[in-house]
């Protein structure tokens, strides 16, 4: 990831988001003003990073946190999101950087010390005690009054559903009873923030989509600031103000569900994020865009002209018709899927492009369709890379060591041997053998995108740089492949 | 036929296996000085041992007292320190050295009694330390510990490792959530441990022969085997072995119905 073009520097939210909800949160009005900016976040991390051993888990992650916000951190499995909890809850101690709440410095503080309380994947209740107890358990630890705590457990238990379970063996409860005491034993401490980690992930569907109401609902009549990790799309869309976007330890988008939805910054996020359509293309100029071998007027500006793009088109902004000859394309039906409110169909295009497409209306498999795309329904996003700039060393004149392997290269004379270099590769010129030897270096399959007519896969290879691989093949996530480039595709040597 | 066969050769074996025991238990029941000499049933002999009138009756009461004492105290003092030595291997992170630790956890239970007893007694000997309570206390907990180990260790590992975490979120120190999570989930482990280090310790010979010294202090077996040695077991022995027997089975049936409810449980 080192020779990433991204720049992700995540930004602060706006002062708009808060007043939303402000309403609703006892002391937010104050901070609406904007004026004393620093003094709005409740959480503030500072350039965390985190490795474990010499793995990284998180890398140079930044984000602020209002005060009554609903932030949730969404990524894939191995993302770092649970680490960045554990970091604010204080199981674990960032590497590099430093967390504050309220603005002062809590990066050492121990767990029991914070003002914060986490309801964990797998509800973590005390096998050993009843409901009452498990729930009863940070307020005994405060040694409040008997009579006190009796009253506020009842009211957690009715808040969250479960009036007179009190006698409970917390074993004897169903899963989706098992945290909503967990949640009830989190937020009778009236934490300043509330971590949730997959807190629904161990739920059915049905009970899950109830769960998040009563969370929603929740997190209104308390006004804690919730920090809620998940790797649902559609739970995070759902309920969040604020959604962070991570993947690989890295903050890759930080907005509203309808600007992370609208307006995806980078491939992977438009991938995450809901189904979507993932083309290449090029902007010819200010608001004109050419992919799938047609000029679509757009909405975007500011590209280089002729600047190689990503472009998303959502499955349900492609509006289709029998074929006639107002289509800004042409194609013909593939498949065709009822899910329930809408039809859901691929279409291939007459130059061989293969599109998502949702709409009421159902096509016959084998029919022939038009599709109109309107401007702002087409979102453009900067290429991440244009090739592969891969950093190695030159061996002799004829060998460069890369990637964690020893490729030949066309003789190379102005450079000396032992020099650093660095070489560019197409993506296209990189072929992916099923056996590791057959390649120069091996790598690991760490993400597909489809690109309507090729796959667009991340390669890791095993010194951890990432390549980037057009091809028609198929390979699936975590696929071992060797990686073999041609002598004649290592351009552009140059010592560094 | 073959079934036949099949059926009696269990109960054969089983015959073989307890006939020892069965006819010490037997003719514990009867007032005769040697084995084999059925003189009708009585309970003389359980009487003259619990009334003190058995020859050698004080000595008996004593090492009887002397083996109580010692196993109470090593298997108070194993539970602690294999209950300890449980939670810290089970938190070292490194796979290879946590399993390591394990695997030489196991070698004094399948080392032979024999040689625990005189490698105990020659760094005894070479550390200056005389022969006595003491040594043999600290010999059997040397070999109870690993027993206790291994009954707490699957407490922990069923554990939801998240409950510690929780507790502390909660507001609980380390120490109070160590008190208030972890020793109640593997409670139930130390008491089996214990009772196992219990009747290790009532059961050893090897090992306290070797470290008892020469100042007189017997148990009960190092006590039986002299007593046997010097011309023929006091006939009072008998109803010892019986009830000591008993307690044992006893002991031993409690641990099984704990661990098989725990198995159920999981």
Sequence with gaps: MADSIMDLTPKPISGKDCTQHAPDIPGAAADISGEKDDKTYIIEIDHISKWFGDKQVLDDVSLFVKKGEFVTILGPSGCGKTTLLR????????????????????TEIPPHQRPMNTVFQRYALFPHLNVYDNIAFGLKLKKVDEDSIDKQVRRVLKMVGLTDYEERDVESLSGGQQQRVAIARAIINKPQVLLLDEPLAALDLKMRKDMQLELKQMHKELGITFIYVTHDQEEALTLSDTIVVMNKGKVQ????????????????VADFIGDSNILNGIMVEDRKVLFMYHEFECVDEGFQPNEHVDVVLRPEDIYIMARNDKGQINGTVQTCIFKGVHYEMTVITDHGYELLIQDYNAFEVGQEVSMIIKPFDIHV???ERFNNSIHGTLKDSAH?????????????????????????????DIELMDYTEDGG??????????????????????????????????????????????PKDIRNIRRI | MKKFLAKSYLYILLLVLYAPIAIIILFSFTNSKTIGDWRGFSLDLYANLLSGQAAHSATITQAVINTLVIALIAAAISMLLGSIAAVGIFNIRNRKVRKAIQFANNIPMINPDIITGISLFLLFVSLGISGGYVTVVLAHIAFCTPYVVLSVMPRLTRMNPNIYEAALDLGATPLQAFNKVIIPEIKPGMVSGFILSFTLSIDDFAVTLFTKGSNGLETLSTYIYADARKGGLTPELRCLAAIIFLTVLILLIIINRRSSRFNKEQ
């Design chain 1, 253 to 268: 988008q930080i907005g509203k569900p309808t600007d992370i939805y609208n307006e995806p910054v980078n491939p992977f």
């Design chain 1, 87 to 106: 970091i604010l809850a204080g199981f674990n101690l960032p590497t590099e950087g430093s967390v504050r709440m309220n603005g002062t410095d809590i």
């Design chain 1, 400 to 428: 460069i060591e890369m990637l964690g392997g020893l490729f030949e290269c066309e003789p190379v004379e102005d450079i000396e041997s032992g020099s650093d270099i660095m070489v560019d590769v197409e993506f296209e």
């Design chain 1, 381 to 383: 996003m900067h290429k």
């Design chain 1, 441 to 486: 270096a091996a790598g690991c399959v760490s993400f597909i995108l489809y690109k309507g007519n090729h796959y667009q896969l991340t390669v890791t290879s095993d010194n951890g740089d990432d390549i980037y691989v057009y091809t028609n093949e198929v390979w699936d996530d975590g696929d071992i492949v060797g990686i073999r480039i041609l």
